[in-house]
Nanobody
């Protein structure tokens, strides 16, 4: 099973940027598509961005044009560059495979207006 450690979350002002990182283990990382998820306060966890083994990316409508997902297979790490942050981006961000069974602790992103 995958073990992930997310980092990079912080308190930022609207319009700012953050780069999240996720170190994964317990899987053959280069064989797995990966995703970033977000759980906003009082809401269900939702998928924000995905990246395949061939680096093909896909984004939720809310993330398009502002977020960029990338991966470094040599480091077993997936990243999420977030620009032009909005208060509605606030939440706990998690990374995982596309079929998660266990979750890491996530990293908190708070965007102030």
């Amino acid at each position: 099973q995958v073990h992930v450690v997310e980092s990079g979350g912080d308190l930022v002002q609207a319009g700012g940027s953050l780069r999240l990182s996720c170190a994964a283990s317990g899987i053959i990382f280069s064989f797995k598509s990966m995703a970033w998820y977000r759980q906003a306060p009082g809401k269900q966890r939702e998928m924000v961005a995905t990246i395949t083994t061939r680096h093909i990316t896909n984004y939720a409508d809310s993330a398009k044009g502002r977020f960029t997902i990338s991966r470094d297979n040599a480091k077993n790490t997936v990243y999420l560059q977030m620009n032009t942050l909005k208060p509605e981006d606030t939440g706990v961000y998690y990374c995982n495979t596309l079929s998660p069974d266990t979750w890491g602790q996530g990293t908190q992103v708070t965007v102030s207006s």
